[in-house]
């Protein structure tokens, strides 16, 4: 089963977004990704990698998840898949934000 995860996280500089870069690029059973610093938003394709599992990985960068979406597809060529939303999450602070 293919699932994409999309995460509303407040990143403040590139040092955000490559905080979180670097931790998904390691996390295994993440097919790709893209971060969008602009958009506020992490977009994660997964295919042996819960939601939860993921969120973990993005807040022990100690970045703000401000909400998520789930979105699963039975198979690739699947053209409906469910989504559900996520609530807000715990805050956290950026330390060059910080530091500003």
Do not use: W
């Not at 790709?32 to 939601?51: F, G, P, R, T």
């Not at 970045?63 to 898949?81: D, Q, Y």
Request: proline share 2%; aromatic share 4%; glycine share 6%.
């Amino acid at each position: 089963m293919t699932s994409t995860y999309k995460f509303n996280v407040v990143m403040t500089c590139s040092g955000c977004s490559g905080a979180i870069d670097r931790v998904l690029k390691k996390t295994e059973g993440v097919s790709s990704y893209d971060i969008s610093l602009e958009k506020q938003e992490v977009l994660v394709h997964a295919s042996s990698i819960s939601y939860d599992d993921v969120l973990a990985k993005i807040k022990k960068t100690g970045k703000e998840v401000k909400s998520g979406e789930v979105h699963r597809l039975e198979s690739a060529s699947s053209a409906h898949g469910a989504a559900f939303v996520r609530p807000r999450l715990e805050p956290h602070m950026c330390s060059r934000a910080m530091h500003r």
